[in-house]
């Protein structure tokens, strides 16, 4: 076998070769069509010398999204419709059915994931139709990509469409999410944080009469469950709020009381409601959103008035939104709902609420076990959140689901589930 000097000499006489010939021919060659003329026969003589192998080299990018057991195989999205045990109230609608939309996610090594969207059209105007087409186009690109870029595909998610459905935005997210941390064998609170396992939820009294309410929080605190909300702003006015919210004070006196008035009210009607409270000496816990969503002078004023802490909920929908709050004072918790923008944006509102020293309130829409037991991982992992409402998987006359937290009395717990979510369709 000829060593390296044989090879060199070798080679030297080839360029030599190849030079005399290019400058005869009209106009030469290029250098680059040199170098592609030349290096194949460098090469080979590099081999004859041992000094290199040739090899079949493949592109690591291509090869790791190929064969990767995090690949997504599939998405399938389906509608999730649930009967309530009893109509779900707000000031602007009432919903008899959740009409919500069940997601889908499998991974090349067969693991799935599982997401919810729970459009409300009295909360924000969004529904499951409007889900549904958001979602299902993702089936045109989504396949063949790799779970673990979950976050650089939700981006993509929202520019091809979720920006217009809060809702399917967190089921494609919570979809993805759930698949790759069940291949990874991590539960979602640990991902989260891992601050913590538990929290405590409040229950909902949703609109109706005064006798109705009473009624309501006798089922509530028979549950064990201390912190109650009520839903007002609802047509009857101020003095229909009022008796309502007497009524349930009667039943549960030292009931810490959440009044959620979903941006119903106008400023005189918020003040009148207000006074009247003040004159009964009722205290509230928190008034979340009475006042529209763009009101924040209004909010900053409310709260300055009555001296109750006030939540932003229908107001803050991005990190965007939690920093202007922040910077006009207009609220002093916020309220992070996935279904507003899904978790990306939830993580983005945390860290601000955090970072302005806002307290923080995890609720939802109208959401099965699923979707509430990944909020429920939200708020455990991250720790810190004052506030619960996770109660409507107990409105449900039904649940197609196996597993999810486990509730005793007003505890909730995920430290029972070891990887993603812990919930799968029956």
Request: with cysteine; charged share 20%.
């Amino acid at each position: 076998m000829p060593g390296s000097s044989t090879m060199l000499s070798l080679f030297n006489n080839y360029r030599a070769r190849r030079s005399r010939s290019t400058s005869k021919s009209r106009g030469g060659c290029k250098a680059g069509a040199t170098f592609l003329v030349i290096a194949p026969y460098y090469q080979r003589l590099r081999e004859q010398a041992g000094i290199l192998r040739r090899q079949r080299v493949k592109s690591p990018t291509v090869t790791a999204t190929r064969h990767s057991p995090t690949r997504i195989r599939s998405f399938e999205v389906e509608p999730l419709d649930i009967p309530l045990i009893e109509p779900f109230g707000i000031s602007s609608g009432v919903q008899v059915v959740a009409r919500n939309v069940l997601v889908t996610v499998e991974l090349a090594d067969g693991t799935r994931g599982y997401g919810e969207a729970a459009p409300f059209a009295p909360y924000n105007g969004e529904t499951q139709a409007g889900a549904l087409r958001a979602l299902r186009q993702a089936h045109d690109w989504l396949p063949g990509r790799n779970a673990r870029t979950w976050r650089a595909l939700a981006g993509e998610f929202f520019r091809r469409g979720g920006r217009n459905c809060g809702a399917a935005q967190c089921a494609f997210e919570t979809a993805v999410l759930d698949a790759l941390k069940r291949h990874e064998r991590v539960p979602l609170w640990r991902y989260f944080g891992g601050a913590g396992t538990t929290l405590e939820t409040d229950m909902t009294v949703t609109t109706g009469s005064p006798a109705e309410a009473a009624a309501a929080a006798r089922a509530i605190v028979g549950r064990g469950i201390r912190a109650i909300k009520m839903k007002i702003g609802g047509r009857r006015g101020p003095a229909h709020d009022l008796a309502r919210i007497a009524a349930v004070l009667e039943v549960s006196p030292k009931a810490p009381l959440i009044l959620d008035g979903n941006a119903a009210f106008s400023r005189a009607g918020a003040r009148e409601l207000a006074m009247g409270m003040k004159k009964l000496g009722i205290v509230p816990a928190l008034l979340e959103q009475w006042l529209a969503k763009n009101d924040l002078d209004g909010a900053r004023a409310l709260a300055e008035e009555t001296g109750w802490l006030v939540a932003a909920d229908e107001g803050c929908c991005s990190a965007r939104d939690a920093r202007r709050i922040a910077r006009k004072q207009a609220a002093q918790v916020i309220n992070i709902k996935f279904m507003k923008a899904g978790i990306v944006a939830a993580l983005d509102i945390a860290r601000v609420a955090r970072a302005h020293r806002l307290g923080l309130m995890i609720g939802g829409n109208i959401e099965s076990i699923l979707a509430m037991t990944v909020s429920a991982h939200f708020a455990a992992g991250l720790g810190g959140f004052r506030f619960g409402d996770l109660d409507t998987p107990l409105f449900m006359a039904e649940n197609p689901f196996r597993g999810g937290y486990k509730l005793k009395g007003a505890r909730i717990s995920v430290a029972h589930i070891a990887a993603g979510h812990g919930v799968t369709p029956r």
